[in-house]
């Protein structure tokens, strides 16, 4: 068989903003050196409400997609949703 790599990346989120933020969803991707996604991954917090100045880690395994490429960098983006009362 193929040995494949697994690329990991971790790191903390932190809420800046002034409202609650919920269905919070990180996602990472890596590239190679010619600068292409060849892995992703995603983490979701779906339960979790991160409240003004609160903070999350987390952890997400990028999936390469692609054999045999050369790791150059990776990115990391976090989404969410202001969490608001609806009377």
Do not use: C, H
């Amino acid at each position: 068989g193929q040995l494949v790599e697994y690329y990991l990346a971790g790191g903390r989120v932190v809420n800046t903003f002034s409202d609650p933020i919920s269905d919070i969803v990180i996602y990472g991707w890596a590239k190679n050196v010619e600068g292409r996604v060849f892995a992703l991954g995603r983490t979701d917090f779906k339960n979790d409400l991160l409240n003004p100045g609160d903070g999350i880690d987390f952890k997400i395994l990028m999936v390469p997609f692609q054999a045999d490429q050369k790791f150059l960098n990776y990115e990391i983006s976090a989404y969410g949703k202001e969490y608001k009362f609806n009377f």
